[in-house]
């Protein structure tokens, strides 16, 4: 069984930073896609970023603002947060998919950005 565990949430004023983490608790040698997405109150989760292979993606609403980067030796996935505004305020999750059909999420970690 796979674990993913994420770190790096917290409570920050707008126009500040934080950075998630994600890591898998197992090597995953398969790893054909990571990703991150966010849940706000009485909203449905929503892709945020993502990384397969070459390709990288944003929401519009983030670009310029947050960046994914992953650590291909420790299967691990990070989002780098800049420029954060109150409606960034979510549950973050992590997400890896594997080329033999694995599917991971992490447990979340909450952000929560001041005005």
């Known amino acids: 069984q796979v674990q993913l565990a994420e770190s790096g949430g917290g409570l920050v004023q707008a126009g500040g930073s934080l950075r998630l983490s994600c890591a898998a608790s197992?090597?995953?040698?398969?790893?054909?896609?990571m990703g991150w997405y966010r849940q706000a109150p009485g909203k449905q989760r929503e892709p945020v970023a993502s990384i397969s292979g070459d390709s990288v993606n944003y929401v519009d609403s983030v670009k310029g603002r947050f960046t994914i980067s992953r650590d291909n030796e420790r299967d691990t996935v990070y989002l780098q947060m800049n420029s954060l505004k109150p409606e960034d305020t979510a549950v973050y999750y992590c997400n890896v998919r594997t080329i033999i059909g694995g599917y991971y999420w992490g447990q979340g970690t909450q952000v929560t950005v001041s005005s």
């Open positions: 197992r090597r995953l040698f398969t790893i054909n896609f």
